[in-house]
């Protein structure tokens, strides 16, 4: 293993530890460990087991998830601007993930809800593929993506708005700018199977995105045609940011940021730049939480608010550095 | 002897039905350069893409190293076929030693000592060794050109079929590239070149075609194809070959 990735683990692991030791009540984590060691209930045990731990969790998986995605969806559509939430894949996810809620539908089973964002998710993704092949540049499609973020935003507070119930508007930040805060294990174990099948199958494309990158055309004479990986990739994303999505809502730019800082690490192989996004997504995510935590304020900024005041700037310098 | 490449009667037409091919056959043997000559919109790209598996062909067969194309997987076909593209493209800053590492992607080697050899070799066959740290995108057209095909020899195909690489190139350039082709095809390659200069095609190339209109028009040597009659046909101008020289000589045109 390289040693920049190998800084990069224990980056994520130091992170990990910085998550789990946050929060608004102080406790003692070797006292809370102790008590689990030992099996004695203490208010220690219970804040850390079922409070932060879920919340360190996914913010580990949900960051790896999106950034993997983002990575993916710039290699699919070989555009740097692409990412599941500036092409409005993880507010077509919420749109569905919303209607399913609010509306009952989730009470059918466990994995209704979780299936939902992805359908969302995926009807997105094979949308922007459509556009990609009628649009010619890479502004065209993100602004196509401006356009659906916009729709499906809409339509989520529509559907928040007419939901039965009366307090599910209240939940619209949530669902908008995203958080991991005040999540349980439940939503870990529910996410987590998609996130596996999802990140396994964007990581069994790596070779047909480093083809790709000389074009579709080339990507099938190297033996890699585009039409064998396409619906891998579909699913693959739809899986990873449906499921992120369905627990955390649209955590916005970590699918952007991830694979723009990391790509001159991996001399812009979109493979390698697979693996690399995945503890990449989960540093920034487990950052960005740490830091909302220990902000100034009277109460917890959303992480997706910080995310978005990092990467609103990141995105307007990469749109004047493709301009020049 | 078994050709490496055969087609039979392939045509290649859009989805609102216009003829970009009408039936064509042919054979490549291995040690051959075989010319695909004609105006612009002939079919010859069009052909190509056709044998390369990229454009969809609704009928004809191929036969890729007497195997049925469709049979042969993806990777099967890739580490017999290589493929240079008329315009190189690229969509990320890579340096140049990574672009041409791509063709060592069906091998799974890229970084094992074969496949780094195997693209050590064929940097140096390009005469881009030097480049190997640069930045592709940085390149001029016809130094990306070069790394492109760099890229398709370190695959070490048996049939290479090339889209006009030529075209962005200076003379001393241009005739490097076709002397590079005909060493590979005595090493045993089989190699289809699309070309647009038919003084090239007439020097470097065993056999021609020469499409029109999407047809085959005339295949044979260079000598029986570049006639006065054929060129007048085909590309409506009064021409003549020197066979000494290998020049196609342009009298009048209109």
Known sequence: ?324 | MTPLLSAQDLSVHTADGQVLLKPVSLQVHSGEVVGIIGANGAGKSTLLKALAGIQPVPSGSIQLAGQEAPTLSSLQRAQILGYLEQRPQLHWPMQVQQVVALARLSFGDRELPDGIAAIAAALAATSMTAFSQRDFLQLSEGEKLLVNLARVLAGAPRLLLADEPTAALDPAHQHRVMQLLRQRAAAGMAVLVVLHDLTLAARYCDRLLLLHKGALLAEGTPAAVLSSANLQHAFHIDAVLDTASHAVMIRTSH
Not at chain 1, 68 to 92: E, F, I, Y
Not at chain 1, 139 to 165: E, V
Not at chain 1, 280 to 286: D, I, K, N, Y
């Open chain 1, 1 to 324: 293993m390289k040693p920049a990735l190998l800084g990069l683990y224990v980056l994520v692991a130091g992170l990990w530890l910085l998550e789990l030791a946050s929060g608004a009540s102080g406790i003692n984590l070797a006292a809370a460990l102790a008590d689990w060691w030992h099996n004695s209930a203490s208010v220690a045990r219970i804040i850390l087991f079922e409070v932060r731990l879920p919340r360190a969790l996914l913010a580990l998986l949900v960051g790896a998830a999106l950034a993997s995605s983002g990575a993916a969806l710039q290699g699919l559509l070989r555009n740097p601007l692409a990412s599941p939430d500036m092409l409005g894949v993880s507010q077509s996810a919420a749109l569905l993930a919303v209607c399913v809620l609010y509306f009952g539908y989730s009470r059918l089973a466990w994995f209704v809800l979780p299936l939902a964002a992805l359908c969302g998710a995926a009807l997105a993704v094979l949308l922007l593929l459509q556009l990609t092949r009628r649009l010619a540049s890479a502004q065209a499609l993100i602004l196509a993506g401006i356009a659906l973020t916009a729709l499906t935003s809409a339509l989520t507070t529509f559907a928040l708005d007419y939901a039965p119930n009366p307090y599910a508007l209240q939940e619209v930040y949530f669902w908008m700018l995203g958080s991991v805060a005040n999540r349980s294990n439940a939503e870990v174990l529910l996410a987590l199977p998609f996130f596996g099948v999802g990140t396994a199958l964007l990581l069994s494309c790596r070779r047909c995105l480093d083809a790709l990158s000389l074009g579709e055309d080339t990507a099938a004479t190297l033996g890699y045609p585009l039409s064998q990986y396409r619906w891998r990739l579909i699913v693959g994303v739809a899986c990873n940011v449906g499921a992120a999505v369905a627990v955390s809502g649209s955590i916005g730019f970590v699918g952007l940021i991830v694979p723009h800082v990391l790509r001159p690490l991996v001399q812009s192989q979109p493979g390698r730049l697979l693996w690399w996004s995945l503890p990449g997504g989960s540093a920034l995510v487990l950052l960005a939480d740490v830091l909302v935590q220990h902000l100034p304020g009277t109460q917890e900024l959303q992480l997706g608010v910080l995310t978005a005041l990092l990467g609103a700037p990141f995105f307007l310098y990469l749109l004047l550095k493709q301009r020049s």
